[in-house]
């Protein structure tokens, strides 16, 4: 079997997208097509399949793509014991994270400390970092509420509760140090999308309390909820890690229980020896 080929089909699906897998491989584009198009014909089989938005692994492709992810973290691992005596002075990170305002200072600790290490990070919700995690295109994660279980190392980060945003010129704003989750049914309420970790735990602090809270617009991104709330449309709701400084908007704590989330830094056991990983969880307990 030729290993360029794997190592070409094995990037394609860690990043759902030729182009990104040629990034990742520092190579040409119709070069990974080319590996993959000659891997697929030497076995007469298609491994890989296109949707409207990546690139997806057949049934048959899911089988190799586990096969070939042990395999080459296995020959990572190799390099990084051949290298451990000397210096960590270049590398290259996967990252992903549900929070820039935690994992930015990390990085900037990291880059402080291993200046020759590459760094990617992909921003997201929750449940795309947790995908990203699952599906080993990344090393590491910094991700919000996470339940432990085999093969997955955690390491606490801190905890963020949630807050009410709102206009600056809002009635409440200098006159209330805390606001009931039973006061927003008077408030234009805008909302994250159904996968972001914010309204998930809203939402369940509602349900709770027998309180049904409708959105009355949807938002994709953590930004388009502050400039949304900073030009009037309604209130929101943010972790207190994420309160921007803008002088548009203000933020209340909300009152009530299951209001809180815990974030991790967290990889799979089986990345967990590679240096680059141990020097960024050594980054993140000294920060926590």
Same mark, same amino acid.
């Given at each position: ?61 899911? =089988? /190799? ?5 042990? &395999?080459? !973290? *296995?020959?990572?691992?190799?390099? %990084? #014991?051949?290298?451990? $005596? ?35 990070? =992909? /921003? ?5 970092? &947790?995908? !990203? *995690?699952?599906?080993?295109?990344? %090393? #590491?994660?910094?991700? $919000? ?43 234009? &309420? ?99």
């Amino acid at each position: 079997m030729n290993l360029f080929q794997l190592r070409a089909f094995d990037a394609v699906v860690r990043e759902g997208s030729f182009t990104r897998a040629a990034e990742r491989l520092c190579i040409s584009q119709p070069a990974v097509t080319g590996h993959i198009k000659a891997l697929e014909e030497h076995y007469q089989v298609r491994l890989l399949r296109r949707t409207a938005r990546q690139v997806e692994p057949t049934e048959l492709g899911r =089988r /190799l793509a586990a096969i070939s992810h042990a &395999l080459f !973290a *296995l020959a990572d691992q190799a390099e %990084d #014991l051949l290298d451990s $005596s000397q210096a960590l002075v270049s590398g290259r990170l996967e990252l992903a994270a549900d929070s820039p305002h935690l994992v930015m200072p990390l990085l900037a600790r990291m880059r402080e400390r291993h200046p020759g290490v590459r760094i990617n990070l =992909r /921003l997201g919700n929750t449940q795309e970092t &947790l995908t !990203a *995690l699952n599906g080993e295109r990344v %090393d #590491l994660a910094v991700i $919000s509420d996470i339940s432990e279980r085999p093969g997955l190392l955690l390491q606490p980060l801190g905890e963020a509760r949630l807050c009410l945003l709102l206009p600056a010129n809002h009635p409440w704003v200098g006159t209330r140090e805390e606001v009931a989750l039973h006061e927003l049914r008077s408030e234009v &309420l805008l909302q994250r999308e159904p996968a972001s970790l914010t309204r998930r735990t809203f939402e369940r602090a509602c349900l709770d309390l027998g309180l049904e809270l409708r959105a009355e617009l949807e938002l994709n991104s953590r930004e388009a909820v502050i400039e949304a709330v900073a030009a009037g449309l309604g209130v929101s709701i943010i972790y207190s890690l994420e309160v921007p400084r803008d002088s548009r908007v203000r933020a209340l704590p909300l009152q009530g229980e299951g209001l809180v989330s815990r974030h991790f830094l967290a990889c799979l056991e089986r990345h967990a020896e590679l240096r680059v990983v141990q020097a960024f969880f050594e980054v993140a307990a000294d920060a926590h």
